[in-house]
């Protein structure tokens, strides 16, 4: 059974940065497609990014474009989301996934894909 572990949330003021840590066990996790959601209070989990097996493509969206940067580290089993300049608004419980088989970009940016979830890291952005 796969399984995710997030770390690296915390509070923070706006402006600063963290980074988020997804370390993954189980099989076949090197084929795996990774993926870093949100959910904040009264929302629905939102799409942030996602990184393919292989020779990595990433994805990005537009909220967290040029501020966020997805990678992979295969001979650790991690999947970290750097993310800078944060703004109050980027709270939220952040959660690694990840997806057996995806054919898309737009797969990859459907929580619906995704077959593993961690159990979130809380991350406060101080105003």
């Known amino acids: 059974q796969v399984q995710l572990v997030e770390s690296g949330g915390g509070l923070v003021q706006a402006g600063g940065s963290l980074r988020l840590s997804c370390t993954l066990s189980?099989?076949?996790?090197?084929?795996?497609?990774m993926g870093w959601f949100r959910q904040a209070p009264g929302k629905e989990r939102e799409f942030l990014s996602a990184?393919?097996?292989?020779?990595?493509?990433?994805y990005y969206a537009d909220v967290v474009q040029g501020r966020f940067t997805i990678s992979r580290d295969s001979a650790k089993n991690t999947v970290d989301l750097q993310m800078n300049s944060l703004k109050p608004e980027d709270t939220a419980v952040y959660y690694c996934?990840?997806?057996?088989?995806?054919?898309?970009?737009?797969?990859?940016?459907?929580?619906?894909?995704?077959?593993?979830w961690g159990r979130g890291t809380q991350v406060t952005v101080s105003s």
């Open positions: 189980g099989p076949h996790i090197s084929t795996l497609y």
């Open positions: 990184v393919t097996w292989g020779t990595p493509t990433t």
């Open positions: 996934a990840a997806a057996s088989v995806a054919s898309t970009e737009t797969d990859l940016r459907r929580s619906s894909r995704y077959d593993y």
